[in-house]
């Protein structure tokens, strides 16, 4: 089943943009663009994210024996990689510049649907038995078929809108480097939805999220650049903290019958959870750009960011008592990017 990643968080990642790019524009065209300079930047790239494949569901095959042999196999999700945006503008004049930064990635997260039974293809196995946080469905005969699917809306998505000042500390003719101060605004969302049961007799739905209000929280970062001919790279490292609070629920629900979307659940069992969170993040980045003319730049980059120790959902680590563990990821996020530089 292909999964439909959601759109929360684009719509503010598009009015930033239209916003950014239209008062770029907009003083570029003023006066004011005779006394400074203006850029534009735009970074199309393909990102992956790395630490966040988290650990759903756990597989037992039991052969009673003699001897008893549990043969256990876990599932994990996959969290797919897809294109990113990062783009903002930059006002530079003298040793001073003021400008705007920002990045967004939509994903989903994926796993191959799975059934199984006793005694099935696989060879002669007495039960088996798929485990799911605190629950879990057993099967001791082949017509007893277990099923966990992922269902829709099982995503990820990240935004970032940076505000900065830059002062440059040194700024010789071909080469310069410059210490950033600024602030961050961003939201994380993670969403987990998954049912797993008996075919046409029974099963649970599952709804996990951590869903967070607007993050805040400062930005400081050190950045440098060489000039050789038409020929320019950049380097960029920083580091902020976003203060916030995640909202972190577990949504279990139990049905009977055939599982559909309109399926009437017989029982109700939730979990939530208010947390404040302070979460740091770094950044690296690195560019090459060759200068086509005085105002349009192309290149190529890569793209580094690490949010440490990110509250994520609830309700998906398989063992005993394991709706009730609220745990942390540290995703590594890293993208190869394309480079638009225009300059007025």
């Not at 950014?20 to 992956?48: C, F, N, R």
């Not at 994210?49 to 759903?56: F, K, L, M, R, W």
């Not at 380097?235 to 909202?247: E, H, M």
């Not at 969170?277 to 560019?287: F, G, N, S």
């Amino acid at each position: 089943m292909r999964k439909r990643a959601s759109r929360r968080g684009a719509s503010y990642i598009t009015i930033s943009a239209v916003l950014a790019i239209t008062v770029a524009l907009g003083v570029g065209s003023s006066t004011h663009a005779e006394e400074g300079k203006w850029s534009i930047q735009l970074e199309p790239m393909y990102m992956d994210a790395y630490g966040h494949d988290q650990h759903v569901l756990t597989i037992h095959e039991i052969d009673f024996g003699p001897p008893s042999l549990d043969t256990k196999t876990g599932v994990t999700l996959d969290t797919t990689a897809g294109t990113a945006i990062r783009g903002g503008f930059q006002y530079s004049r003298n040793r001073w510049s003021w400008g705007m930064d920002l990045f967004s990635f939509i994903t989903s997260q994926d796993t191959d649907s799975l059934t199984a039974a006793a005694d099935g293809p696989a060879g002669p196995i007495d039960e088996v038995i798929f485990e799911v946080a605190d629950q879990a469905y057993a099967s001791t005969d082949p017509s007893e078929v277990l099923f966990y699917d992922l269902l829709e809306d099982t995503d990820l998505a990240v935004w970032t809108v940076d505000f900065y000042g830059t002062r440059a500390l040194t700024d010789k003719s071909e080469s310069g480097v410059y210490l950033q101060l600024g602030l961050r605004f961003a939201d994380f969302d993670n969403d987990y939805r998954a049912v797993v049961g008996i075919e046409d007799d029974q099963g649970t739905r599952f709804d996990a999220s951590s869903n967070y209000d607007r993050m805040t929280g400062p930005l400081i970062g050190l950045s440098g650049d060489v000039e050789f001919g038409r020929n320019c790279i950049k380097g960029y490292v920083g580091q902020s903290v976003l203060f916030g609070t995640a909202r972190l629920t577990n949504r279990a629900r139990d049905f009977t019958g055939p599982f559909s979307e309109t399926v009437t659940f017989d029982s109700e069992e939730m979990l939530g959870k208010d947390q404040d969170v302070a979460i740091p993040v770094t950044e690296l980045r690195i560019k090459w750009t060759y200068r086509v003319n005085k105002i349009l730049a192309l290149g190529l980059g890569a793209n580094t960011s690490v949010w440490w120790d990110v509250p994520v959902p609830p309700g998906v680590v398989p063992i005993e008592g394991g709706h009730g563990v609220f745990h942390e990821n540290t995703i590594v996020f890293f993208g190869m990017a394309g480079v638009v530089e225009l300059t007025f």
